[in-house]
């Protein structure tokens, strides 16, 4: 078509011919438009007063044609647009199969038939993609047929959103199968299935994580959920897998899903599936090592190598001895506390014990007894000084050590060097202590020995820090002693009574399981010791675990033990030269999943683009580290097992079972709040089948030695209440915790069914009552200090910040046993720091019971809890908790002598007891006050602490009466 009307001056397009894929313009020396260049069809404008054509082109310019007839203009838009949809209709039609084949799969999404997993709807997506690639960039909007357009903006539409379409999708899906299967629901179980379960088992993404809480009936949902995916002939029988961690449970869920749907699926333990992988692939699987399923055996194979191997090995044998003196604990210092109070719980929770016997105050105080010990020099710890002091109103005067055979004295002072505001180096304390009162307490002992005549030798904790304690000691103490090391043989034999050697060799149980299942190096661990809390420890036991490793391996021999197994099994699956037959991966207790387990799951998950993981656990109870699980495999399931769609990876559902059908409201709820102090756990919601008015959880306080009058307290007042036959449950930390009277104990209380188990053997059980025993700081309390070594840290991929995680998700499990209350007997004198915190926040709504002797006052030194203590004589007086390391006592109010004043808000200048009397406070401390006192020149006002404070003020003078 040319359009030859006018010749408008000054405008160079003045006639226009189409073409087959196109325009040719005339004037300005002619011009070619592709459709592909035209962003539409032209339109009719006007032009310098003219009638024109108008083609708009992609990027935003256009062409204009001057000068053609208003009937003309129309023929050229109506034929350009025919020509255009002709021309991109072809395009279409190249693919026309496809766009329909894609535009039924995205229109069942509308009414789907099965769960729109990441994986079934990922391949429409990649097609849908690669054929609007295809298409002209660009395409304008009016250049198809309707009904090219309307294929066109489905397959658009579902590429540029898949996202928003695929949960709508799912949406509709589970709400009409949900309607669908209601009586497959009802039915499937003895009970019908709970709301939550009901969504956990129509859920079936790529990856799909079932949080099922303490007694949320996990199990109904993993035999529901087989027999759904039978029933529903989405797999066949011998598709699915479930696997579990133990054999029985394994069994007992597998002969259900057979009750229940009537097929057989294979249930295995994930080292029976490991032994058959490799047992398909070699022909038959290795030989396990004999203490492969003995935890006792493996124990003490490492501490023959320990001892026997690695400690006779040249270089290596000073290091362990190093080891054991210095750096058996975790170090921390007074700097490393908010609060005393929170650093002398820690010190007195590791049992700071040297090898000579001698408990010590501080971290620091035992590594310099150990290297006496260790070098055959004899001390006294903390002997009275020799020389009477008679001007002395402090304590008795106690140096830290005294040598025997030479009488030298050792003080050290917790002091650190600090930059001061004109660059000078000054001697600074922890925040929480008193720095000028300590200075010159420093310089009143130095003053002591100067004027005693008695020689003083000084460390201090800067030199810790500098890394140099012991070196610097050996230095100041060469003039008066001679070194004569003890033999190594007497040094194990002095570990091994004090259970050090043993506690060590948990520790390396634990990080060689991990340091196998992860596939760790050791230069890896090497690498992360650089940015360790304490890198001189870890580098140190990394010295010690290299040697280990290698003969641990060399005493395998020919033989394997499940790490082994679990990673040639992975191995394996990952070479494709075991075939799975599994599309459907069932996995019982994921809290408990191991890196090498989870490098097996990835592998069989792998081998089909459709196998799909269903995973139930829950990591409030992942209580199993020491055998090598990693919880950050459940806390990042998405990444670590999440499918891809549309462009985003760690595609999962998480379904949150929530309802407890065990605990009451007043155990449910406070043990949720209490595991989720820790950040890292998955928050989930809680609803409990019961409420209770009352308390149920408490505590029973007892003395030291009357734990067991405590327990039978407890039991008599649940037998006393109990209707029926009632079933209690004993919780230990420890396998030695169990009563030796516990025959006596179930015949001395018929009505009561009485069991003990340590609190990991008793996970997935429950009773009526749960009595946990003695909940106490100390290195083998509960919770435990022990099994927390932050050296997991080297060889966990994602390591616990939170202090004591695992011993909390335990207290959790113990706590979570009981349908209708929990007791928690507790040391008075030094309660876990569990129990403190449960007790320090109302939220919890916990009952005390045997209270009596714990003051509602605080130490004015420490921050440490106040205990009433009687003298032999009857005489009530108040001691810091933490006696040992404080010392702090305090005097009861004069009026009653059963209490201590405290503040009172109506008055700042005076304290009040609970009995009315009020006292003057002390000018001179925070927590004394002043009482009567008589001296030389007459009665006065003293602290109620003199010697330790001596505030102190004149009586008000009393107003003489006027004679009449």
């Known amino acids: 078509m040319a359009g030859l009307f006018l010749r408008p001056l000054g405008h160079g397009y003045w006639g226009v011919e189409q073409t087959e894929d196109g325009f040719t313009l005339f004037g300005k020396g002619g011009k070619r438009l592709a459709f592909s260049e035209l962003a539409g069809s032209p339109k009719e404008t006007k032009a310098l007063g003219f009638s024109a054509a108008c083609f708009p082109l992609k990027g935003g310019a256009d062409v204009k ?53 990441a994986c079934l709807l990922d391949p429409f997506w990649k097609r849908a993609t690669a054929l609007l690639g295809k298409l002209p960039e660009g395409m304008p909007e009016d250049a198809l047929a309707e009904d090219k357009k309307k294929l066109l903006d489905t397959v658009r539409g579902f590429a540029s959103d898949p996202h928003r379409l695929r949960d709508e999708a799912i949406n509709r899906f589970v709400d009409s199968e949900l309607k669908a299967k209601k009586e497959f629901f009802d039915t499937i179980e003895s009970n019908p299935l709970t709301p939550e379960q009901r969504l956990a088992v129509v859920t079936d993404e790529d990856a799909s994580l079932v949080l099922a809480g303490a007694g949320s009936g996990k199990t109904s949902v993993i035999v529901a959920k087989a027999a759904y995916l039978i029933e529903r002939e989405i797999r066949e029988p011998n598709e699915i897998l479930l696997m579990a961690f133990g054999k029985d449970a394994a069994a007992e869920m597998a002969a259900r899903i057979k009750e229940r749907s009537g097929a057989s699926v294979d249930a295995l333990t994930f080292h029976a599936l490991g032994y058959n992988i490799i047992g398909a692939v070699e022909g038959s699987a290795p030989a396990l090592a004999a203490h492969a399923s003995d935890d006792a055996q493996f124990r003490a194979l490492l501490r023959d190598i320990l001892i026997n191997d690695v400690g006779r090995l040249g270089g290596l044998k000073s290091l362990l001895l190093k080891w054991f003196s210095e750096f058996y604990w975790p170090f921390k210092s007074e700097w490393d506390f908010k609060t005393k109070s929170e650093y002398y719980q820690y010190v007195e929770s590791h049992d700071l014990r040297t090898l000579g016997g001698d408990r010590v105050k501080s971290f620091e105080e035992l590594q310099i007894a150990n ?76 003053k002591v020995h100067r004027e005693n005549e008695t020689i003083l030798i000084e460390t201090f904790s800067y030199e810790q820090v500098e890394g140099r304690l012991t070196e610097a000691l050996a230095e100041k103490i060469a003039p008066y002693v001679s070194l004569k090391p003890i033999s190594q043989d007497q040094v194990f034999d002095t570990l091994t009574e004090l259970g050090q050697v043993d506690a060590f060799t ?20 090497e690498a992360r010791s650089d940015d360790s809390s304490d890198t001189a420890r870890s580098k140190a036991f990394l010295k010690i675990f290299k040697p280990l490793i290698e003969a641990y391996q060399k005493r395998l021999e020919d033989r394997i033990d499940f790490e082994d197994m ?63 699980s990693d919880i950050h495999l459940m806390r990042d399931f998405g990444h670590e097992f999440g499918g891809a769609f549309a462009g985003k990876r760690d595609m999962h559902r998480n379904v949150d079972l929530g309802r407890t059908f065990r605990s009451v409201d007043k155990i449910a709820l406070p043990a949720r709040r209490f595991v989720l102090q820790n950040p890292s756990q998955i928050e989930k919601k809680v609803i409990t089948a019961s409420s209770s008015d009352e308390p149920a959880i408490k505590v029973r306080h007892y003395e030291r030695r009357h734990h067991d009058a405590a327990l039978r307290e407890t039991l008599d007042e649940l037998a006393q209440a109990a209707s029926k036959e009632t079933s209690v449950l004993l919780l230990g930390r420890y396998h030695f915790l169990r009563p030796k009277s516990l025959g006596a104990l179930n015949r001395t209380h018929p009505k009561l069914s009485i069991r003990f188990m340590t609190v990991h053997a008793s996970k997935g059980l429950e009773a009526d009552h749960v009595i946990i025993l003695r909940a106490e700081n100390d ?53 876990s720091v569990f129990v403190c915190e449960l007790l320090a926040d109302p939220a919890y709504e916990l009952r005390q019971l045997g209270t009596s002797g714990i003051a509602e006052h605080r130490c004015g030194q420490c921050g440490g809890r106040m205990l009433t203590q009687t003298t032999k004589k009857g005489r009530t007086f108040f001691s810091c908790e933490h006696g040992r390391l ?65 505030g102190k003020r004149q009586l008000p003078k009393t107003k003489s009466r006027r004679k009449k």
Not at 83 to 91: E, L, R, V
Not at 413 to 435: N, Y
Request: proline residues 5%.
């Open 371 to 446: 290297w006496l010990h260790l070098n055959g020099i004899a001390y006294e710890y903390e002997p009275t000084y020799e020389h009477k002091l008679p001007d002395n109103d402090r304590r008795v005067y106690t140096p830290d050590f005294r040598l025997t055979e030479s009488g030298v004295y050792i003080e050290h002072f917790g002091v650190r060097k600090a930059k001061g505001s004109q660059g000078e180096t000054r001697l600074v304390t922890a925040p929480h202590v008193d720095r000028e009162r300590y200075l010159e307490d420093m310089a009143w002992k130095r």
């Open 65 to 117: 044609i001057v000068g053609l007839k208003s009937n003309a203009i129309a023929k050229l838009i109506a034929s350009a647009r025919t020509a255009m949809h002709s021309y991109y209709g072809a395009i279409i039609d190249e693919s026309e199969q496809e766009f329909q084949s894609l535009v039924k799969a995205i229109a069942r999404l509308e009414d789907p038939r099965r769960y729109p997993s």
């Open 506 to 525: 948990q520790t390396l149980a634990t990080f060689l399981r991990h340091f196998k299942s992860s596939g760790t190096t050791i230069g890896q661990c």
């Open 566 to 628: 679990i990673v040639r099994a992975a191995e394996h699956v990952e070479a494709g030269r075991y075939k799975s037959p599994y599309r459907h991966l069932l996995v019982d207790e994921f809290q408990d999943i191991s890196e090498g387990r989870a490098r097996l799951l990835k592998a069989l998950k792998a081998q089909h683009d459709d196998a799909r993981l269903f995973a139930v656990g829950d990591d409030w109870q992942s209580i199993y580290r020491f055998t090598g």
């Open 779 to 831: 290195t083998m309390g509960f919770p435990s200090e022990i099994v927390d070594d932050p050296l997991l840290d080297l060889v966990l991929p994602k390591p616990e910040k939170f202090d004591h995680a695992e011993e909390r998700r335990l207290f959790y499990v113990a706590l979570t046993r009981a349908r209708q209350s929990v007791t928690i007997l507790a040391d008075r004198q030094k309660p």
């Open 886 to 950: 404080c010392g702090e006592t305090m005097n009861p109010c004069s009026a009653c002598g059963q209490d201590l004043p405290t503040n009172d808000s109506t008055n700042p200048k005076q304290l009040t007891c609970s009995c009315g009397a009020t006292f003057p406070v002390c000018p001179e401390c925070d927590e004394g006050w002043l009482v009567e006192r008589r001296g030389k020149y007459g009665k006065f006002l003293s602290c109620i602490r003199y010697p330790a404070c001596t």
